[in-house]
């Protein structure tokens, strides 16, 4: 079709690219002021200006997927002719206004529960949907990251919205466990987070150099996570997961402050020192009243090639801690060489193996979080991924 009568009108034009989300923003183009300049000559070639947010925008090759697709499934449309600008500073903060409101903190003010130095932390609120889930554990080297991390992606698997705040800033791990290779976008002082699998994540390794140490006193760990906080654009998820660091010390302290209504899931090894370290984590979440759901065992035991299991960090830790506590052990997590694999490599096993043993204990862990660990519920018995 080529004649002018017989070719969609500007407004149906725009109305069949309403639809068409900015890969990032989750969000329409039209909607976000992005469509401009749309016109239609007699042979059915569309011609018009995307404005992207920011200028080498990293998806935009998938913009102009999503508007040809869109485009051309009109009768009367033979062609596009599609061009990109880019946002300038006033279109930006406009952006930043309509998706996070105003990041301004209002100085000298005291920060006081759900928020950071004046600044309202929007999932922290009462009317939030979002489930801040701090992952943690009493020590390091309990596979507290690997876990936070395919828990997560189970859970987006199953089709909630996540993300990962990953809270240990001295050994930040999630970015390379996710698989995530690009840095964060800034809008106007407004972080958009890299997603993978289905998770976005916020980390202090974007930020710092590859092999720098991040040596820094408390206030510079109190601010990054104001701002991992409060300008990440997180789009009201439906799980936020926090990697906590190991030990009870600032960073515990300021999030208990910073997410008054988080619950608290404790990683332990079956050895009883792990254990025992790990209760002064779940000690500290009582103390500023953040309630402990659930204990998750990692490590559990390694099956050899002869088909019997080896408990080479000893045996029942995790219950022995479930007990005292009187929260269910949530699982089990078996050692497995692809479950470290993936942690390197950014293939989480929960993502690429989910038929596994280890696989199907993160995605009944993600179900037993989403179905059954409600706030304020009172657990009677334990579930156990055999």
């Not at 109305?15 to 890969?23: E, K, S």
């Not at 050994?171 to 976005?200: C, F, K, Q």
């Not at 078996?334 to 993502?351: K, Q, S, T």
Request: glycine share 10%; charged share 20%; proline share 6%.
């Amino acid at each position: 079709m080529s004649s002018a009568d017989q070719s969609p009108s500007i407004d149906q034009l725009i109305d069949a690219l309403r639809p068409v989300q900015d890969p990032e923003l989750h969000r329409s183009i039209v909607d976000l002021g992005m469509v401009r300049d749309v016109v239609i000559d007699k042979k059915g070639t569309v011609g018009l200006t995307v404005v992207l947010t920011i200028a080498g925008c990293p998806l935009r090759n998938e913009i102009q997927t999503r508007v040809n697709t869109a485009l051309r499934a009109l009768d009367g449309v033979n062609d596009v002719n599609l061009n990109f600008g880019v946002m300038n500073d006033d279109e930006r903060a406009a952006v930043r206004q309509m998706l996070n409101g105003n990041p301004g903190a209002t100085a000298g003010s005291a920060p006081a529960q759900g928020h950071a130095e004046g600044r309202t932390i929007s999932f922290a609120q009462p009317g939030s949907k979002t489930r801040p889930i701090l992952i943690s554990s009493g020590k390091g080297g309990v596979g507290k990251s690997s876990v936070t991390t395919n828990i997560a992606v189970a859970m987006a698997a199953l089709g909630y919205k996540v993300g990962i705040v990953d809270a240990d800033i001295y050994g930040y791990s999630i970015p390379r466990m996710l698989g995530t290779d690009r840095d964060p976008v800034v809008i106007d002082n407004m972080l958009l987070p890299p997603e993978a699998w289905g998770v976005r994540c916020i980390s202090i390794g974007y930020f710092v150099p590859e092999g720098q140490a991040v040596v820094w006193r408390g206030p510079m760990l109190h601010k990054a996570l104001e701002q991992f906080l409060t300008d990440v654009y997180w789009d009201e998820p439906d799980f936020l997961f926090i990697d906590m660091p190991p030990g009870t010390g600032d960073i515990a302290l300021s999030l208990s402050q910073y997410l008054p209504r988080a619950e608290v899931l404790v990683v332990t090894t079956p050895q009883e020192a792990a254990q025992k370290v790990a209760r002064l984590s779940a000690a500290m979440a009582v103390k500023v009243n953040l309630p402990v759901r659930g204990i998750i065992e990692n490590m559990s035991w390694f099956t050899g090639d002869d088909g019997k299991r080896y408990e080479l960090f000893g045996k029942g830790g995790g219950q022995i801690l479930a007990d005292e506590l009187n929260v269910p052990l949530l699982a089990q997590i078996p050692l497995l060489n692809a479950l470290r694999e993936g942690g390197d490599d950014g293939h989480p096993i929960a993502a690429v193996a989910p038929d596994s043993e280890v696989g199907k204990a993160f995605f009944a862990i993600a179900k037993y979080i989403a179905e059954d660990m409600k706030p304020k519920k009172i657990f009677s018995a334990a579930l156990k991924v055999n």
